[in-house]
Every structure is written in C-alpha cells, then in structure tokens.
C-alpha cells in the first residue's frame, strides 16, 4: 500500500496540498477526482517524486521516507522503481521505434537482456492490439496509439502501481476510449493503478476506490457507489456541472 500522511506542498504563498493523507490499496484502482487547481496531479507527482512536498511522509511497503529530509538517490531509485508513470502527452522518445521505447528503460533502468525486454514488449504490444507496429517511430503513429505505447512503456517495468495523469485528455472521443478500455482491462487483472481523470463514467465503471479532492483538501474517500449514488451536496454540485459541460460538447 501506499500511503501519504501530512503532505502540505506550497507554489508560493499558495498551499496546492494541505496537511492531506490519503492511503493507496495494493491490487486496486484508485482515481483522484476534483475540479480543475484543486491539487490531484500535484498529489500523484508527489507518490513518485516528480514533486517534493515541503513536509509530510509517504509509505510503501518497507520504504518509508519524510519530505522534509533530504531524499537519497538510492530511496529515490527504489520508490521509482515501483511505480510508473503515463503523462497526458504519453512523451515518447521520437527518435526511437516502438520497441525500444518499451525495451529501453528495463534494460538500462533494471538490468535486463535484451532478448527478456523484447519478447516482453512484443507481448506487451500484442495484449493493447498493436503487434505490427514494432518497428514504427512516433511520428507514423496516432495519438491513441502512442497513448497505448507509454502504457506499454509503463508495464514493460514491472510497476506495483502505474501512475496516470489524465491519460486521455489529448486524445479525441474514439481514441480516448480505446486507451480506456486497455485501462479497464489491467483494472480486471489487477494491476494496482492511481488515475487522475475527467472521464466519469470511466471513474464508475474502473475504480475500487474513489478520492474527491478539492482545494487542496481531501473531501471524498470511498467506493464508487457511495460517491456518484450517496454523496455530499458539493459533489453533487460537481457531477451535474461535469455532466451538463459533457452534453453541450
């Protein structure tokens, strides 16, 4: 599991996280809700790293680690290497084909052969529909299907969580649901995934677990069924305005 206790991280004078604790179960999919600046991708970035809270403690598993101390690169490295992470823009190397954008970082990264990363990443390629494309760059792709890489890219190192921020957001309807069905799929299989999403029938459909966070505040932690059928006002509030923004599209 991972959990955080205490985070405050501050932009400025600005508090984007205050005083937050929220726990991350092993084996489950866990999608952080909220308002635009409310603080949901700054709380994901904070789990691998990629932000640095000025005070709080993240736990995971054995490794346990204070914000406010210095981190050292060996921590740094071993709570990276449980988790990874898929950005909105899925960032592939250009240069690279497909299957060394999936193979790269396992063989510098864990030591692996090359004969291991590749039959991994054909596996991998296979499993999201996209066996054919091995060989292509980025470039002769479509954003669904480079989308669909980076995940690939994520599991080729054998993550305990994946981490996504928004995965779909840059994609157009149909390509957005194909990434969302290969989502849903490794949710089935039970793939431990912290998802950061606007998609809300998506949310209802993958997640063991639901965090509403707002302001910089947690406001919801619970079950799916206990946040779009028995919730707060304010989250009310906030699923009639997504909904209504959904149908004027």
């Known amino acids: ?3 955080v206790k205490n985070i405050i991280k501050k932009y400025g ?3 984007v996280l205050k005083n937050l604790s929220v726990d991350f179960p092993d084996g489950k999919t866990t999608v952080i809700l909220g308002p635009s600046g409310s603080g949901k991708s700054t709380l994901l970035r904070s789990l691998d790293l990629l932000v640095r809270p000025e ?6 598993g054995d490794l346990k680690l204070d914000y406010a101390q210095p981190v050292s690169k060996k921590l740094s490295f071993d709570v990276r290497k449980k988790t990874s992470m898929v950005f909105q823009n899925w960032n592939l190397f250009p240069n690279l084909t497909v299957l060394q954008n999936i193979t790269t970082a396992p063989e510098t990264v864990l030591g692996k052969s090359k004969e291991e990363t590749e039959a991994k990443a054909k596996k991998l390629l296979s499993q999201v529909g996209l066996a054919e494309y091995a060989d292509r760059y980025p ?7 480079q989308q669909r890489i980076s995940i690939c890219r994520a599991l080729a190192m054998d993550p305990e969580y994946i981490l996504l921020d928004e995965p779909t957001s840059a994609l157009d309807p149909e390509l ?3 990434v969302l069905l290969i989502l849903e799929d490794l949710s089935k299989m039970g ?10 029938e998506f949310a209802r459909s993958v997640a063991d677990k639901i965090v509403f966070v707002e302001d910089g505040d947690i406001l919801f932690d619970g079950t799916p069924d206990q946040f779009f059928n028995h919730s707060t006002t304010r989250i009310k509030d906030f699923l009639s305005g997504i909904t209504f923004n959904d149908d004027a599209k």
Do not use: D, R, Y
């Open 139 to 145: 470039s002769q792709l479509s954003g669904g299907q």
């Open 13 to 15: 004078s600005k508090e």
């Open 1 to 3: 599991m991972i959990s």
């Open 176 to 178: 957005e649901n194909q």
């Open 191 to 200: 793939q431990a995934m912290i998802i950061v999403t606007h998609n809300m």
């Open 55 to 60: 005070s709080g403690t993240l736990s995971f």
